[in-house]
C-alpha cells in the first residue's frame, strides 16, 4: 500500500517551460487535492477534486490546471512557468472523513 | 472565511523543557474539524491529531497533548519533556465539516536544543 505518490520529486523548469506534477493514490479515496507550500508558509490549496470528473478551484489557481479521468490519478499541470510558481507542491487525498493523506512533495525551482 | 493564526513564528527550548504551540482559528461553521501535523526537516507531512468541534476534551498522546477551547477558538499543543528530535515545523489547520479545504496557519519552527 504506497498510499499518495508524487512524481518527480524535484524539478528545475525554465521560465515559460510547461510540465505536469503526478500524483497517484492506492487508497480509493474520492476526494483529492493540490496544496503548494511557499518558504516560511503555511498550504495553499490550488485545486481539488471530489471524484473522477469533478475539480474544483482552490485559493490560489491562477496558472495551473488539473483533471480527474481516473479515481487513482490527479495530475497538475503548470503553463508557462513563472518564478512565482517555485514551491513545494503536496498532492492530498481523503476517503469520506475529514483525514488526509499527504504525498511526500514535489519541489519545483523555475528559474 | 476560515483562518488560522499561529502567532508564534519559531520557538526555540532546551531540550527537556515543555514547549506550548498556539493556535487560535476563525469560523463561522458550528461544525469543523481541527488538525494539528508535523514537518520535519525532511519535509513530509506528518498527521499529529484531528478534533472535531463537538469534542471539547483534551487529548493526550505520550509527550503530545492538546487543548481544545471553543470559547477562545483556540486548540494549542503542548511538547512535554521536549527532545531534539521534535524539531519541526508544526501546522495547525482547519477544514469544513464536510472535510473540503483544509486551511492551514503559517507554522511555527520549533528548535529543541541539546
Known amino acids: 500500500n504506497a498510499g499518495v505518490t508524487q512524481t518527480p520529486k524535484f524539478r528545475i523548469l525554465k521560465i515559460g517551460q510547461s510540465m505536469t506534477l503526478q500524483c497517484t493514490q492506492d487508497m480509493n479515496h474520492n476526494y483529492m487535492y493540490w496544496y503548494r507550500q511557499d518558504p516560511g508558509m503555511g498550504l495553499k490549496l490550488i485545486y481539488y477534486s471530489v471524484g473522477a470528473g469533478i475539480t474544483d478551484k482552490g485559493e490560489v489557481p491562477n496558472g495551473y490546471n488539473v483533471s480527474r479521468s481516473t479515481t487513482e490519478d490527479f495530475p497538475l499541470r503548470l503553463e508557462l512557468a513563472a518564478p512565482s510558481q517555485t514551491s513545494v507542491y503536496f498532492c492530498?487525498?481523503?476517503?469520506?472523513?475529514?483525514?488526509?493523506?499527504f504525498g511526500s512533495g514535489t519541489r519545483l525551482t523555475v528559474v | 472565511a476560515q483562518k488560522v493564526t499561529q502567532a508564534q513564528t519559531e520557538i526555540s527550548v532546551v531540550e527537556k523543557e515543555d514547549v506550548t504551540l498556539d493556535c487560535v482559528y476563525e469560523t463561522r461553521d458550528t461544525t469543523y474539524y481541527l488538525f494539528w501535523y508535523k514537518q520535519p526537516p525532511s519535509g513530509e507531512l506528518v498527521f499529529l491529531i484531528r478534533?472535531?468541534?463537538?469534542?471539547?476534551q483534551n487529548e493526550i498522546s505520550g509527550r503530545y497533548s492538546w487543548n481544545f477551547q471553543k470559547s477562545t477558538s483556540s486548540f494549542n499543543f503542548t511538547i512535554t519533556a521536549s527532545q531534539v528530535v521534535d524539531s519541526a515545523v508544526y501546522f495547525c489547520a482547519l477544514s469544513e465539516a464536510n472535510g473540503n479545504k483544509l486551511v492551514f496557519g503559517a507554522g511555527t519552527i520549533l528548535r529543541v536544543k541539546s
Open positions: 478534533r472535531n468541534s463537538f469534542d471539547e
Open positions: 492530498a487525498s481523503r476517503a469520506g472523513s475529514p483525514g488526509y493523506t
